[in-house]
């Protein structure tokens, strides 16, 4: 980080815009990098080195099904980086062709509090999502068969992602579904996957229960804002299901399959389906425990139920993905600095 000026040992950075061609340029080809990067951000998050305050939903009465979030966060480690991701869910945007989701990530210095960098975050909130996506899926798959038909139910912006993340971390499918209540989704989902050559198969479904009785894994990366897959008889071949978009399950489900999340405290909250689950019985005896749980292997995965993995998602991972793209384009010298940024620099003028 360059510095405008100083006194004494602290001085006020200097302040970088990185655009999203930057970003992605930054991303292109690591995802093996980022999963790792995510899985040690996720373990010190686990070990309590991480502050994460609950995510602050703004809505409007006039924009009822629209929201942005905050999630303010703060990583210790070697990173120390504190930061800002602001997100706006506007599903309406679809339909006039611009992408429902668009982000801002404001990176702040942890010596002098000062924001250093803002950056477009809609690539780095999918690029940690998908990577927690993958890293999950292999740690729930380990040490049995991995398993080779997948299905995506919800087939926007995150299943490609997610898509491109399990490709890129060495998963490979004999079978691809695919599923959306958008014909225009799954047909221009399907034609990503074929352009990929990511499956021998790849099926378009017309049913939500033949999507789910033909997969073995399942991505669920719909807009539901309340369950819609109620059927419990769909589960009975006991998938692994990553529930990202938190809500299409009926608490139903829940309550007869394996249920783990990426934080409690985060996930059991704003009518998520572990949240109705909880409301449903009155406990979180539901819960088998945090993805953190099993990787410090205290607790373990039965195989004879459908296991369910709602991870909520955490600031400290988009904080992770943005320093480490703040650091490369630092390296490669294309850091776009917006000079006198920070001006009222003198405290008696
Ligand atoms: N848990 C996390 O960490 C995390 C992070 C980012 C996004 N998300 C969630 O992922 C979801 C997907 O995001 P996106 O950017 O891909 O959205 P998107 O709008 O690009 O795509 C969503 C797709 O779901 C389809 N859909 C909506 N309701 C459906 C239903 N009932 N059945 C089948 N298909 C349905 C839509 O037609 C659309 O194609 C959102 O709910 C978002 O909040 C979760």
Redesign the pocket.
Known sequence: MTTKSSTSTKSVPSFAVIPGAQVQNALEGREKQIVELAEATYRLHSAGDSVNPPSYFLRFSDRPTSRIIALPASIGGQVKVDGIKW?S?F?E??AAGI???SAVLILNDHDTGYPFACMEA?II??T??AA?AAMAADWFSRGRQRPTRIGF?????????IHKFLAGTDWSFDEIGV????A???AG?RGYLEKSDAANKITVHDS?EQLIRSSDILV?????GEP?VKDLSWFEHNPLVLH?????LAPEILLASTNFV?DVEHCLKANTSPHLAEQLTGNRDFLQGTLGDLMAERVTVPADRPLIF?????GVLDLAVGKHIYDEVTRAGELQVIEDFFHELKRYG
């Open positions: 997100i869910s599903p945007n679809v992408p429902r989701a809609s909130s999918a940690r999502t927690m139910f919800g087939t926007g912006l995150i299943a490609r992602y599923y959306d209540l958008s225009d989704s799954a989902f939500a669920f990366a719909t807009i539901a819609h990202v978009s938190l809500r299409d990426d709602s991870p909520f998602g955490l």
